[in-house]
């Protein structure tokens, strides 16, 4: 199917389905408007369906790119009617499969051997289909019961050619609307590509199982299962099969006694532990993705499959956002307002005072409100709808976190409508920081980059002099000799100065840490004065050298 065929098959689903009924005519432009109503699909009957049923029906139609969209959705009730989100909802494990024979076929291609011989047992019906694959119950000649999953025949085409269209759609935004170049819609649509090119690649989705499990080993918030490497391959995942109840079966989990608020609050600490102290997260978090485990109620665990799409973060990043969160539940609109700045969110010639105001003006009468009636989804809108006065750009490296932040809020107020987000996140944040910025956070900091100013700083004798027989022998102008040797020596005098100042740190570092009492069960308190000055200074002293 070529482009312009699969740009028709769209408009040919949005006609059938009278997706038109959804647009807010209204408030469209002129020209728009003229274009809806003298549209073709007026020819079309309306589907004597409910407006959730026939957008669900028509992003099953559409194919995988459409139907992630839709997983996205169902989440955000804050944004949706309830009648749609629940249908929405069935698109987690209501996609139509694909044949078994064909899965047979993919499984004995990629792993080299018959179905029979790899496998005691193997389920032809599958237990889930996807957008993207679908899971086969199986059982190892070891006893082990799994599952199977496998990509679809023929998706990757598929996702090319919708991509492809998306790419074009993007390209139209940024050059032909005002707002185009501010939001950076290239960029977030190949944000979305890399994301879901990766969810193609199964091994890479064992990978980041792997790592997840070993990030939360032994831990009581969530369970990820095993990943059977000898059954793996681009195609083809073998995996722990795991038993528990769907988190959106909210009767199931009521009806065993799951305490509600614990697991509501075990979401949102999750979430917060993968971003700021693992800096890898889980961010396909949809319903259909998450199982919990009751056998012990009053303290239920996570189930998590699927690990498609993960998100990681800098550490700029990571500091940037924390700071931001604690801003704001601190009301401190101004650090706010500095941080985007700062961030290069907004731009640098943005009045501070200004938008400060504007900030404070979204949030307080949302403030007032108990914390429990705060929606953390509407709250970023109408911050994203004020920061838009101001210039504010799209960030797309942080457009995977937005999104999994937002369906965690969303699976929360569904297990615990009561769900504070806000509490349960402060504190947490709070810790982060302490550790971060502490005597444990800059004697980390010390180990990091020291050992590179060392290495580095002996060879620079030797690099300017390989550089300056490279001269020679290149035969450049004396004014292009004088302004790289200029340069070269420059170097050398940072590469002493970082020296320098690495020394001084650890010296400033070990006296403090003489002065501390280890032993004490409070340490922080039982710091002297004097202490965490020297630690601040050995901290100064890393972030210049960094520079």
């Known amino acids: 199917m070529t482009r312009l065929q699969r740009l ?19 408030e469209l432009p002129a020209p728009l408007k003229l274009f809806f109503l003298l549209a ?58 694909f044949p078994s024979d064909q899965a047979r076929g993919i499984i004995e291609h990629s792993l080299g051997a018959p179905v029979s011989e790899l496998f005691a047992e193997f389920g032809a019906d599958p237990m889930a289909s996807a957008s993207v ?69 199964l091994q890479r989705e ?16 969530i369970y990820i299962p095993f990943i059977d490497w000898d059954y793996t391959s681009k195609s083809v995942l073998v995996m722990e099969r795991i038993h528990g109840i769907p988190i959106a079966d909210v009767e199931a989990l009521k009806a065993a006694g799951v305490n509600m608020k ?28 998450i199982f919990v485990d009751v056998s012990n109620p009053a303290d239920p665990q996570y189930i998590a499959i699927d690990f498609g799409i993960v998100g990681t973060l800098a550490p700029d990043d990571q500091s940037y956002l924390a700071r ?10 101004r650090q706010v307002a500095q941080l985007h700045i700062q961030s290069g969110w907004v731009p640098p010639e943005t009045r501070v005072n200004e938008f400060e105001a504007a900030i404070r003006t979204v949030c307080e009468p949302i403030f007032e409100k ?60 709070e810790t982060w920081m302490r550790k971060r910025i502490g005597p444990s956070g800059l004697i980390k900091s010390l180990q990091t980059h020291l050992p590179s100013w060392l290495e580095q700083s002996p060879e620079m004798p030797q690099l300017v002099h390989d ?21 070269l020596r420059e170097q050398q005098r940072k590469t002493d100065r970082r020296w320098r100042r690495g020394i001084i740190a650890l010296a400033l570092v070990g006296v403090a840490i003489a002065g501390t009492q280890p032993g004490a069960a409070e340490w922080a308190q039982n710091v002297p004065l004097w202490s965490w000055a020297l630690f601040a200074g050995a901290g100064a002293l890393v972030l210049r050298g960094s520079r």
């Open 8 to 26: 028709f098959r769209i408009a040919w689903v949005f006609c059938r389905y009278r997706l038109d009924t959804f647009l807010p005519l209204a």
């Open 40 to 97: 073709p699909w007026h020819l079309f009957p309306q589907p004597k369906l409910s407006r959730g049923d026939r957008l669900r029906l028509a992003l099953e139609e559409l194919g995988p790119v459409f139907v992630k969209f839709g997983q996205i959705l169902s989440t955000r009730r804050d944004l949706l009617p309830d009648d749609m989100a629940a249908s929405l909802k069935q698109l987690q494990d209501r996609v139509p499969p």
């Open 133 to 201: 694959a679908q899971v086969h119950p199986a059982t190892l000649r070891t006893g082990q019961q799994v599952v199977v999953k496998v990509l679809r025949p023929g998706i990757e085409k598929v996702i090319r050619q919708d991509l492809a269209l998306m790419y074009l759609m993007a390209g139209l935004l940024e050059k032909y609307w005002s707002e185009g170049k501010r939001l950076h819609p290239v960029e977030v649509v190949a944000d979305y590509d890399a994301t879901i090119h990766d969810e193609l690649d």
């Open 206 to 221: 064992a990978a980041n199982a792997s790592q997840l499990r070993r990030n939360f080993e032994n831990s009581p918030l």
């Open 262 to 289: 614990v697991l509501a609050e075990k979401g949102v600490e999750i979430f917060f532990t993968q971003v700021f102290r693992d800096s890898f997260f889980h961010a396909d978090m949809h319903p259909g993705n």
């Open 324 to 333: 931001n969160l604690l801003a704001f539940f601190r009301r401190d609109y």
């Open 370 to 429: 108990p914390l429990k009636d705060i929606s953390f989804g509407h709250f970023l809108l109408r911050l994203f709808q004020t920061a838009r006065r101001f210039d504010m750009e799209v960030q797309p490296q942080l457009v995977l976190l937005q999104k999994t932040l937002l369906n965690v809020e969303g699976l929360g107020r569904q297990l615990y409508p009561d769900l504070d987000l806000w509490s349960t996140a402060q504190p947490f944040l």
């Open 467 to 487: 550089a300056l027989l490279q001269l020679r022998s290149a035969g450049p102008t004396e004014q292009q000799n004088q302004d790289t040797l200029a340069l």
